[in-house]
């Protein structure tokens, strides 16, 4: 039962976790936060030191990744990448409020598919905030098409979401099988999406700008052009290391060192800058709220143990759709990044070789119910101002911006425009997934 002391316990010590994640009181970090709560769940007897060890084996690389990436982008951002991609955007939108936003939100979606959305909450929001606000415009319509942009267009690649590649990981699949059932599924999304945000914001976006942009060129600072090549050549390299079956973390090291020691010997940026430029809470939060998953999925296991079993009892569709449902109602009830890592462990129980029911399906029922989950904690944060790290950095810089987007505001709007674009992804998912 769920009164028991251990299950109540552990649902408890989440609970308050992930308070203090979102809440932060004196200005406690996510990371010290996890730190704390996965510390109160070893002394207590809730997780033990095999959680702390799997959390730290497990999530190695990916870290070590997400670290290079945020270095990479740090830096180039630094060297003013990201102002001169800004300033393209201004500039092709040829004094046009529509085909501006329109451009920040294809800048985002770029962003977010090559570099991660976590890039894009901590690079395009404030980007977009010194764009607009100068024009006069507001704000708020930009700022939000900036959050949803960075869940949405996450879907695609392994490298777009921190969830991607830890499902990636227990998928086995490859590189090109990832992308030829989530790319389809997350361009309808990003296309409906967009669409859905012209219609509701239409009349707030300026008919024309009356800005002088000067013509397009690169900027011959060697700060720059250093870090746009190598920016462009570990992207190119991590599409490569993917479709060859290669880990991705050597090749964002290698481009993140490389641009470090050019910008560090070069005196374009100083050691303490540039170690600003990494969120240092990520790494703790990720291995904190893993061990603080396991804790609770250990104790609410017998409850949860039949869950596959019935999944397998559905109709291929409504398996797919039901993953979906639950972890986007998961997601934005407790963060995707937690409700990734209790997916996982509750993916990981169902046999390799388990069918779904009605064999309309080619797949197994763990790799339907893992690219729901996919879905569901990439599209799904969309509802909340909780749902994901990434909307809750997004908002939190455009509040030190000036620009305040309350909770309900965005929630009224993730209704209206993100429900349909994940409702008709799910569906060309389904299609993609009952092909031989």
Not at 205 to 231: E, I, K, M, Q, Y
Not at 371 to 390: C, E, M, Q
Not at 412 to 433: E, K
Request: charged share 10%; net charge positive.
């Amino acid at each position: 039962m769920i009164a028991q002391p251990r299950v109540a316990a552990a649902l408890l010590l989440l609970a308050v976790t992930l308070w203090l994640v979102l809440a932060r009181p004196r200005g406690l970090s996510e990371g010290a936060a996890a730190a704390l709560g996965a510390a109160i769940a070893l002394l207590t007897g809730l997780a033990t030191l095999g959680d702390l060890v799997s959390g730290l084996t497990g999530t190695a690389g990916i870290l070590v990744f997400l670290v290079s990436v945020m270095l990479l982008t740090g830096l180039a951002g630094a060297a003013g990448v990201f102002r001169w991609a800004a300033g393209l955007a201004l500039l092709t939108a040829r004094g046009r409020g529509w085909l501006l936003f329109v451009n920040v939100y294809l800048l985002g979606a770029l962003i977010t598919l090559l570099l991660s959305l976590d890039v894009t909450a901590v690079v395009l929001t404030p980007l977009v905030c010194a764009l607009v606000l100068p024009l006069r415009l507001d704000a708020r319509p930009f700022v939000l098409a900036s959050a949803f942009v960075a869940n949405t267009a996450s879907l695609a690649l392994p490298v777009s979401n921190l969830t991607n590649m830890l499902v990636y990981d227990l998928l086995g699949v490859g590189f090109w099988d990832f992308v030829h059932y989530l790319a389809l599924p997350n361009l309808l999304a990003l296309v409906l999406n967009l669409a859905l945000l012209l219609a509701l914001y239409w009349r707030r976006l300026p008919g024309r700008l009356r800005v002088s942009t000067p013509s397009f060129h690169l900027p011959p600072d060697p700060f720059f052009r250093s870090s746009l090549a190598l920016l462009s050549l570990t992207v190119l390299s991590l599409l490569i290391a993917g479709l060859a079956g290669w880990p991705f973390w050597p090749f964002a090291l290698a481009g993140a060192v490389l641009l470090a020691a050019l910008s560090l010997t070069g005196g374009w940026i100083t050691p303490r800058h540039a170690a600003g430029t990494v969120a240092w809470g990520l790494p703790p939060f990720v291995v904190g709220m893993s061990v603080l998953v396991a804790a609770v999925y250990r104790a609410v296991e017998p409850l949860v143990a039949d869950l596959p079993a019935a999944a397998a009892r559905l109709p291929g569709p409504l398996a797919l759709a039901s993953a979906v449902a639950a972890t986007t109602l998961g997601a934005n009830g407790v963060n995707n990044l937690p409700l990734s890592l209790a997916a996982i462990q509750l993916l990981r129980t169902i046999p390799a070789d388990a069918a779904v029911s009605a064999a309309a399906a080619h797949h197994t029922l763990r790799d339907t119910l893992a690219f729901g989950t996919l879905i569901g904690v990439n599209l799904g944060p969309n509802l909340t101002v909780t749902g994901s790290l990434a909307t809750m950095l997004c908002l939190a810089s455009a509040r030190r911006a000036g620009v305040h987007v309350t909770a309900w505001e965005f929630t009224r709007a993730g209704l209206l425009v993100s429900l349909l674009p994940m409702a008709v992804a799910t569906f060309a998912l389904w299609l993609l997934l009952g092909q031989p």
